[in-house]
Every structure is written in structure tokens, then in C-alpha cells.
């Protein structure tokens, strides 16, 4: 049985609910009222802990606009991390080759949990493009082709026991419930790469295949996102190949001692 949660406990939790919340918002910020909305806060709550985080520098809220952003203690932070955790190094070439081959935005993601964070775009060549991805914003697994492959390529009881503990359709729709979820993942396992045909943004299709680390465990994900002109059935087994050749090159990377 899980004890409790203590006052000082449930503090953290909340902190952290509000910075993730941040980080996952979009570029120009989150007002207080979206924060709140966000972490199931109430709006008073929520104000109060973004502005405790700010007194310390973890966020940020310039006055010209009054949202929130991530803070410079963020960064100071990240880039301490980044030491032990970074693998962008590895993949931005990878990326780059990607999107250079296939002229689509290219993106590397990475398993937190029971998500996703994108870590890496590379915009293409094709001047029509998909702004579903961008560095930072989460999905959960199976949501995004990203997720959609790391979740087709784990432990077989691991993936069934995530099918079993989350319900993903209030937040994403019919389309992401049991059956539909799972005849997704057993097409990603038998193409080896799986596809989202625009079930997050109307005309806006993705690709993804999964990055192994060196345990043979998926960790990441490389993919494709653009148009739905773009990813034609003639082309995706073009694209899916390219996806596969260029994530067995970074597994091989992150395989290294």
C-alpha cells in the first residue's frame, strides 16, 4: 500500500506539477489561469507556486506579457544534468540526415516514464510543414507516432500493464482507446515503424521508429512529421525505411560503452 502523501510531499509534488506544466507549455509561455488549468490547481494555488519558483529563479514572468516561462536556475540546472543524461550530442547529425533525406521535419524523443519529450528538431526542405512537435512538449506513450513506437517495442507485460493503468481516450479521443490503440501497435510492430495519420491535428500525419539504448530496451524515437500530401501509402514505405535505417545507426551510438 502507498503511504500518504504529507504536506511535504504533496508541496513537491505541486512544484513540480507547475515547472513540468512550463516546460511543456508553448514558447511564449503560460498565463496563471492556464497554469492552473494545466495541473488541476486551483488559481490561487497555482499563482502562489509559480511565484515562489520565480523568487528563486526556477521561472520567469516578464511583465511585458505576464506568463509564465521557465527561469535561468532552469537552464543552470539543465545543463548541470545534461552531463550525465544528454544524448542530443548523439542524434542531432542523425536528425539532420533524416530531415535532409526525406525533406519532412525530423524530430529525436526520449522515454520519461510514461512519456514522451521531443529533445530535437530538424526543420526539412518541403516548405509546407507540421508544428504538432517542438523541443520540450510531452505526449504520453502511444500518443504520437514517437510514443506510438516505443510503446509497440516494449516487454510485451510492460506494455500491457501501461494499456491496462491508462485511459487515454478523455484527453485524446476515441481514437486512442483500447482496441484502436492496440491494431496501431500491432501494425508498428509488424511495418517495424509506426505511423499516426493525423490523429492529433487535422493533415498533419507522423512517422516514428524506435531508438534502442544498450540494454535493447527502446528509450527514444526517431520521426517524421508534415502533411498529409507528404505521406502518401506509395511514399510511407519509402519514409519508413529511412526512419529505420537512420534509428538502428543511433541505437548503435547509444550501444557503445
Sequence with gaps: MTAPATGGDQ???????????VGRGPAEGL??????ATT???RSTAHRIATALARDGLLDRPSA???????????????????????????????????????????????RGDETVCLLREEGSFPLRSFVLHEGVRFPLGVASAGLAILAHLPTAEAERYL?????????????GGAALRERLQRTRTDGYATNPALLVE????????????TGEPSGALSLTGVETRFSAERRPVLGRLLLEHAHRLSQRLARP
Design 11 to 21: 508541496a513537491v509534488s505541486r512544484a513540480s506539477a507547475v515547472l513540468r506544466a
Design 31 to 36: 498565463t496563471t489561469t492556464e497554469l492552473a
Design 40 to 42: 488541476g490547481l486551483n
Design 65 to 111: 506579457t505576464g506568463r509564465w516561462l521557465l527561469g535561468p536556475e532552469t537552464y543552470l540546472l539543465g545543463a548541470v544534468a545534461a552531463r550525465r543524461y544528454d544524448v542530443t550530442a548523439l542524434a542531432r547529425d542523425v536528425v539532420r540526415s533524416l530531415a535532409g533525406a526525406t525533406g519532412e521535419s525530423a524530430f529525436f524523443s526520449v522515454r
Design 164 to 176: 491496462a493503468s491508462h485511459d487515454l481516450t478523455p484527453a485524446w479521443g476515441e481514437a486512442h
Design 203 to 214: 493533415g498533419s500525419w507522423g512517422m516514428g521508429a524506435a531508438v534502442f539504448d544498450h
